[in-house]
Every structure is written in C-alpha cells, then in structure tokens.
C-alpha cells in the first residue's frame, strides 16, 4: 500500500493543483488534416514562407529502418509535400538554425537545406540510443534530449558535449535566452546556464512537447492525449484531454501572434490546428 500511495502522491498533487486554479483559457478546434500524415511527432512553423515542417516517423519510433521524412503543410493545413525530407530513420524534435533544419534521428541530429529538403550533414551523437527533443538558442546552440538515456546534449559549431545527465523521462526542450526550460517525465523544470536545475510544476502525466505564449506562460502536451496552460509560477489548467479517444498529442508548434497551436496526433496520423481563446 506504501508503494502504491508513493508513485500515485505526484499525480495526485497535480491535479489537486489544477483543480484550485480557475479556468481562463480554452482551445477553438480551427482544422485537422487527412489522416495521411506518417506517424507526425513534432511541428516547426515556418511564419515567412507560410508552412509547418512535420517530422514523420512513419515506421517503428526506435527502428533503424529509412522510413523517417519530414512534410511540409500549410497553415491552412493543406498538405503541400509528404515527401520533402526522406530517408531519415525515426525523426522526432525539430529545431531550425538559419537555412538550415535541425532534426532528432534516434542516434544522430539531421541537417537538411530548408530550401530544397535535401539532407546536408548529419552529427552523431556518442552513446545516444533515442533521441527526441531538439531546441536551439538565440546563439545557434542546439540542444537535443535523449529519452533513453535520461541525457541534454548541447551542440556548438559541430562540437557535441552532455549538458545534463540522469533526467528522468527527459523529453521537450525549450532553449529562452541563456535558460532551457525541461519536461523531464511529470516535472516541468529549467535549467540556467551552467545546468543548475528549478522545477516549476509537476503534471499529472509524462510531458512532450512545450511551448511559450511570449507573456512568461507555456503551453505543454502529454503524448498520452493532454494540452496544458502552465503559467509561470506553475499554476495548470487543462485545455483538452483525448486520451479517452486515443488521440495522442506530440511535439506541438504555436504561433504567439495569432495563438494558434499546431498538434500532432502520432499514431492519429493527422496535424491538428487549435485557437487558444483567453476569457
């Protein structure tokens, strides 16, 4: 009973932490795509040229096995191309530096031209077995989860080092300033500089994906079926929970001018475009 009351306290603490904060936001279903979409993981807008690159996984999420790609949709979520990046093995997180697309492939970190999709460099990651996460500073310094391996790599000009170690469940990443902020598991932490660790808040569920609003608030996805808005002192409010329908919720992009969320549904094999509405 002790055992079962020590992995259930977390949980049950974060809802009770949810259920004292009144509800101020809600999300608008604005479209979904076809269910045409390989397995999609993560979402990088692309503002200027009007698109979302969507990594897909299309295979087994840990196989050595080509099948991976990156696809291109509008905004508007019409498909534009499938087929923009190929080959790849099991991409998840997407970052961008310049021209340049950034993406997490189970052992190595992809560089493709964003201009023609083509796969330009890739940097392997020593002892890396599933990389996950990728997010990218106001430097150009990369940063890349490994959820197998509870590590932070940090990428500067080529040169790869670990940045943190032993983070359990370490998955979405978010790189503000000389910050990262981190979904290691329920906890929802930040990082300074020198890896110095804060946890914020804890979820009722293993986090995924993370993204500011732009006023000091993020919002958070369960890969179980789970979008939260986390305020900067840690206060949650559920927006959506699908895990009922089976309908997972990844790496999330989000626009901060027009409040928009871009979620993809992984094994829903659809992109899903939400309108964050603050009452």
Known sequence: MKKILKCTLPALMALMVQGAFAQTHQLEKLWETDTVVRIPESVLPDFKKKVLYVSEIEGNPSAVDGKGGVAKIGLDGKIIDLDFTTGLN????????GDQLYAADLSEVVIIDIKTGKVVNKIPVDSAKMLNDITVNS????????????????????????????????????AIN?????LGGPKFLKADSKGNLTQITTLSCGGDGLEPVGNGDFLITCWSGHIFYVTADGKIETLLDSEAQKLNTADLGYDTINHILYVPTFFGKKVVAYKLITR
């Open 90 to 97: 099991s991409p998840k997180g997407l970052g961008r530096v």
């Open 139 to 174: 430097k150009g310094i990369v940063y890349v989860s490994d959820s197998k391996t509870k590590k932070i790599h940090r990428i500067d000009k080529g040169r790869v080092t670990t940045f943190l170690t032993n983070v359990n469940g370490v998955n979405g990443l978010k």
């Open 178 to 182: 000389d910050d990262l902020y981190i």
